[in-house]
């Protein structure tokens, strides 16, 4: 059994990492609530949780249909549709890939683009867009998506 003096020196050690760190965390949940505004932000960077969650169910889904791709049980339509989703999906991420660079490429700060089957959306980190702005992202969109205009929705986030 351990002595007095041995589990007051372990409590007061557990005493001193507790107050280090709550301070610790009051020090950073400062520094990501304020902004130079004065107005509250949200935490961490939308743009870079989407992109990392997007990432990880893409990467999610193709091991799936990979499986099912690569299972001696499956039946040939099975595998045949996985072998389409997954070409879909292929297709699909290059063209999101592609539309985000031509974007930035154009000067704006950061973007996601979300193709769908029916609908392209288009988040630029902006507070608000010019007409003309609008008018470079839909053009760039409808000319490397072929989609018609009134399928693509571009969303202005600050």
């Known amino acids: ?77 099975a595998k045949a549709e996985a072998e389409a989703q997954k070409l879909q999906l292929t297709k699909t991420m290059q063209l999101e890939l592609a539309l985000e660079a031509i974007i930035l490429a154009k000067g704006f700060p950061d973007c996601i683009v979300s193709a769908g089957t029916e609908n392209i959306n288009v988040i630029v980190k902006k507070a608000e867009l010019t007409e003309d702005e609008v008018t470079q992202i839909l053009d760039a969109v409808v000319n490397e998506s072929g989609k018609e205009p009134r399928y693509v929705k571009i969303i202005p986030v600050e």
């Open 1 to 77: 059994m351990l002595s007095k003096k041995k589990k007051i020196f372990i409590l007061a050690g557990m005493v001193v990492l507790l107050v280090v760190t709550g301070y610790i965390n009051v020090l950073l949940s400062n520094r990501t609530k304020t902004t130079e505004g004065g107005g509250s932000a949200q935490t961490g960077n939308f743009f870079t949780t989407y992109r990392a969650d997007r990432q990880t169910t893409r990467d999610q889904t193709i091991a799936y249909l990979t499986a099912i791709i690569d299972s001696e049980t499956g039946s040939a339509e």
